[in-house]
């Protein structure tokens, strides 16, 4: 198994890049199915830990669509800390828009009811979610999930945009914290 070191923590490598590529082809053709002839969506990809997976799936988007980005975190080392910092504003209309909010990864669930219940406030025509990965384990939350792309035990994970303590977000595999 391929395995790598942050700090002092070892990882090894549980999702590759070839497996994610094919996770969001399969995601990108149900939002593309889902979303032909909607009006202009908007994607908000949540930062940080999003923008690999934005950046990949946007590209199989094939539809007009915007793309804009909020930051907000509510993870300090390897858990949640259960306190979700303010949304970062975002400029562009919601009102009556088609809204896809895309996570990297859903654990408790703590950011993406936050930001989904921000969202609702600006009146958009609707709200969807899509995450690239999902702890159904940790979750502790009611917010529908519409697209999902894998769901993962409930362990610590890095690479493809998530962090440990701000590392291991350029690593093209997804690795699991060895215990
Ligand atoms: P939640 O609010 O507990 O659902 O956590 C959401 C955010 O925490 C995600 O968008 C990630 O940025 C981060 N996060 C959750 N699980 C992990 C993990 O296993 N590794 C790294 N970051 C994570
Ligand atoms: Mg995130």
């Known amino acids: 198994m391929k395995k790598i070191k942050l700090k ?19 995601l990108g053709k149900r939002i ?3 979303y032909k002839g909607k009006e202009t969506p ?3 990809s949540i930062l940080n830990g999003s923008f690999m997976f934005t950046a990949d799936l946007l590209k199989q988007i094939d539809f007009n669509c915007e793309i804009t980005f909020l930051k907000l975190s509510s993870y300090l080392g390897t ?32 950011t993406l009811e936050q930001i989904v219940h921000e969202l609702q406030k600006l ?36 690479g493809y945009g998530l962090d440990y303590d701000g590392l291991g977000r350029n690593l093209p595999d997804i690795y699991t914290l060895i215990p």
């Open 8 to 26: 002092d923590k070892e990882f090894g490598v549980s999702l590759s890049s070839e497996e994610i590529q094919s996770i969001i082809k399969q």
């Open 32 to 34: 593309n199915s889902d």
């Open 42 to 44: 908007l994607f908000i």
């Open 79 to 110: 858990s949640s800390t259960g306190n979700v910092k303010e949304l970062i504003g975002i400029n562009e209309k919601i009102q009556g828009r088609h809204v896809i909010v895309l996570e990297d990864i859903v654990d408790t669930g703590i």
């Open 123 to 158: 009146n958009p025509a609707d709200v969807r979610v899509s995450t690239f990965l999902f702890k159904p384990e940790a979750y502790k939350k009611n917010i529908h999930i519409d697209y999902i792309g894998k769901e993962i035990p409930n362990d610590f994970i890095i």
